[in-house]
């Protein structure tokens, strides 16, 4: 680790605060804490040249925000300052993806909202890498496709991959239905799980009837 004060020497990758840089390097771009000034300026932690941790952002206009960062966005708690006709006006909550979305910490990623004929299910995110659903229907052991299979959704494009099926490039929130029929010693069963996916990401839905 070292210290640096020259852009060129150090580079900060957000350019609204790319100019003149004071703190930790590593291997060319800011790691550590820091301070950065171009047109606005930033005083906290960086990773890999962007904001990401603590930290306090003061924009040219006076504006300031002091809370977490991550990969140059806010994300996480934090307390924005907002001059307004001479008066300041604090927003107090929590930032997702550089947005504010409430005052309320977030919940959880996911909703579940009908397991009607369901045995088990699971869903779990992987990443935020991508926006992708993954849905795979298990009995037997096995994955397979009911003949009566309907998946609706709210948002993104649907593509079957095989024995499973995809949704792409949804918005959150974004609603989906699988619908589909079992066969089973007392007769035929209606399935219906319904849940809602509230953050984006990659995620792996399994509905399990074995």
Known sequence: MS????????????????????????NG?????????????YQGMF????PEG???????NGNKFIGFWFKG???????FFQSLNGKINIIKGYWQNG????????????????TLGIGSYSIDKADDSANQIEILIIGA?????PPDLTIETTSGQLIQEGKSFSIYNYNTPNRCAV?????TSGGDKKCNFTFEILRPGKYKVAINNN
């Not at 990773?47 to 962007?50: D, M, R, S, Y």
């Not at 603590?54 to 040219?60: I, V």
């Open 3 to 26: 210290t640096a004060q020259e852009k060129d020497s150090c580079k900060v990758l957000l350019k609204e605060i790319s100019g003149i840089y004071q703190g930790a390097c590593e």
């Open 29 to 41: 771009l800011a790691n550590g804490k820091g301070f950065s000034k171009g047109e606005d300026s």
């Open 47 to 50: 990773k890999n040249g962007l």
């Open 54 to 60: 603590k930290g306090e952002y003061r924009y040219k």
């Open 73 to 79: 966005l806010k994300e996480g708690e934090g307390k």
């Open 99 to 114: 947005d504010y979305i409430g005052p309320l910490k977030p919940s959880e990623p996911y909703r579940v909202n009908v």
């Open 141 to 145: 052991m096995t994955k397979y496709v």
């Open 179 to 183: 619908l589909f029929t079992i066969k």
